[in-house]
């Protein structure tokens, strides 16, 4: 329905509608990037959309692509009329239209970590440089266990005065070279530090490598399971996770203290039987098709 809102509204309003004119927009150096791509994407849809109303027709009337979305001219006018600044992580010369931050990425430590060296030895090095540079050290975990972690691994390896904060403002008191010698360990949700003018904050991606994250196992379900062994017959071939392929003879309900319970019972080679609960099982049927 949406692709036809023109037809039942007067006028669709755009993102800049919405702006006064006291807002300021701070745009991502990738956002021209994904702008070009999302209206070449718009006039492929259009295209096709047109394509299939020529081989039957009737079937769908597509509406012109500037009838629901901003053009090139009309979002660079959009840009134009409104307080619209980028990023870049690359430096420039200052100029009436180009404002240094000093900003910078923050220090990797893969040379280290490739090298074999000691990467623990090499952030307390480093984290020492910092506050001769005057800059106020920020060390940011994933989690709260995390940091402990991180900083009790620094302490063995000769940091002194790393103290954990519960917020920024706090991890800047505690990181002020003119007040302290300390290192804050602060819980934020970054991948990668940076460095600035007076502040320089160092991630765990930045000083261990990409993280690891391990996709929880998804469970299936009891009544999942038994809707798969219906389309099973005995006779057909079953794998269990620790007991390896057998075949599967059927459903079979064996008391467990007071309670009933429902097993899958198996029979291995050389008439082995075994009767288990439904759980780690896989079905694999004559056709070689095999299910999970």
Request: negative net charge; aromatic residues 8%.
């Amino acid at each position: 329905m949406e692709h036809w809102l023109p037809l039942f509204e007067d006028k669709l309003a755009t993102l800049f509608d919405h702006l006064s004119a006291d807002d300021v927009i701070v745009r991502d150096f990738g956002v021209p990037g994904a702008v070009e791509g999302r209206m070449e994407a718009v006039a492929d849809y259009y295209e096709n959309r047109q394509r299939a109303e020529a081989a039957q027709p009737g079937s769908y009337r597509p509406l012109a692509a500037k009838t629901l979305y901003l053009d090139a001219k009309e979002w660079a006018a959009g840009l134009e009329a409104c307080h619209a600044h980028l990023t870049t992580p690359f430096h420039e010369p200052e100029s009436a239209t180009v404002l240094d931050f000093g900003v910078d990425g923050a220090r990797d430590f893969a040379p280290e970590r490739s090298g074999g060296a000691n990467v623990y030895e090499a952030v307390v090095k480093h984290l020492g440089a910092l506050r001769k540079q005057g800059k106020k050290p920020v060390l940011a975990s994933y989690s709260v266990g995390a940091r402990e972690r991180l900083g009790n691994l620094l302490k063995d390896h000769g940091l002194n005065g790393a103290k954990a904060a519960d917020s920024w403002h706090e991890a800047l008191g505690i990181a002020d070279t003119s007040k302290s010698a300390g290192v804050a360990l602060v819980v934020l949700p970054l991948d990668h530090g940076f460095t600035a003018p007076d502040v320089a904050v160092l991630t765990e991606q930045d000083m261990l490598g990409d993280r690891l994250v391990r996709r929880a196992k998804r469970k299936k379900s009891a009544d999942a399971f038994l809707a798969e062994l219906a389309t099973l017959t005995p006779g057909d071939l079953v794998v269990h996770a620790d007991h390896g392929i057998g075949k599967y003879l059927g459903l079979t309900s064996i008391p467990v203290g007071q309670s009933p319970h429902d097993c899958v019972a198996v029979e291995y080679a050389g008439g082995d039987k075994l009767a288990r609960a439904w759980t780690g099982w896989a079905a694999r049927r004559g056709s070689g098709a095999s299910r999970r």
